[in-house]
């Protein structure tokens, strides 16, 4: 079957959250958004539910093309060598088509019902170290690690098969403006997801230039190229002329990819998500 994606090197590309349903649902939705010309589909990772990477491998052995990855990895509570592992894996598995995208997490119910919150600093120290830890343990054996809340040691003991993405599985990173230390770290690795300190209000198309202006400074001011490097943002879309309005306002702002996020629940949710993903992406 032909490939709908145009595969331009300007274009946006589209991603979808599957927010509902167990492991085979996500397999089905993935096998239509891939048919439709979705780009990417994804899972969510939390402490206590459905396990994303389960579901993630579920859906790569029914697809062929289209991306898998999780929106997000809380990394401050996840063990590093066991995401690497896993992203490796699943990488080897499905062909080099896993994404990863990881913040400091949302301190929820599900979250504090089994883990007593850190705080925050705490929080951002894991997640420092955390992405260092993946990312030397994606590049190979030997690697060693210490720092203050982990060690490593070097190990070739039943090591995962390397990634086929190399260096790593590339990774999106949550950057809250204006904090130069959060979009100063997500400037380092491959992809902004775009945030703003102190408010929950969604971003618009106005916020983003200024956001992605203070990330391509930090990442050109570390040596980094901007070529390649992803922005992606979330939100909600009409199928047809007003979603591919909304997406093409995204794009002129510095949007790489769109990744639509509903994340409303409900008994009519998986019905939703299917019209939604079969109607197809926006265009932009």
């Known amino acids: 079957m032909e490939d709908p994606r145009d595969d331009g090197p300007d274009r946006l590309r589209c991603g979808v959250v599957v927010s509902t349903g167990g492991a085979a649902v996500f397999a089905d939705l993935a096998v239509a958004a891939e048919r439709a010309g979705w780009d990417a589909v994804f899972s969510y990772e939390v402490p206590w539910g459905q396990d994303a990477w389960v579901t993630l491998t579920a859906a790569a052995m029914r697809t062929s093309t289209i991306r898998l990855g999780t929106m997000l990895t809380p990394l401050p509570r996840v063990r590093p060598w066991e995401l690497a592992a896993r992203a490796a894996t699943l990488d080897d598995l499905s062909g080099g088509r896993v994404q990863l995208a990881v913040g400091m997490g949302a301190l929820h119910e599900g979250w504090l019902a089994f883990e007593a919150d850190e705080g925050r600093r705490t929080r951002a120290e894991k997640l420092d170290e955390g992405l260092s830890v993946y990312d030397g343990l994606m590049r190979g054996q030997p690697f060693s690690w210490s720092g203050k809340h982990y060690r490593v040691s070097p190990t070739t003991f039943l090591a995962p098969p390397p990634p086929v993405q190399r260096p790593r599985v590339p990774v999106w990173v949550v950057g809250a403006h204006p904090s130069t230390r959060s979009l100063g770290r997500a400037a380092r690795w491959d992809g902004l997801l775009p945030a703003r300190v102190g408010t929950a209000d969604p971003l618009t198309p106005a916020d983003l230039p200024d956001i992605v202006e203070a990330v391509r400074t930090a990442r050109e001011s570390a040596g980094l190229p901007w070529a390649g490097y992803d922005v992606v943002v979330e939100g909600t879309s009409e199928p047809g002329p007003a979603g ?36 197809g992406p926006p265009r932009a």
């Open 244 to 279: 591919d309005v909304v997406a093409a306002h995204w794009r002129t702002a510095g949007a790489t990819w769109w990744v639509e996020s509903d994340w409303a629940m409900g008994e009519d949710a998986v019905a939703r998500h299917r019209r939604r993903i079969e109607a």
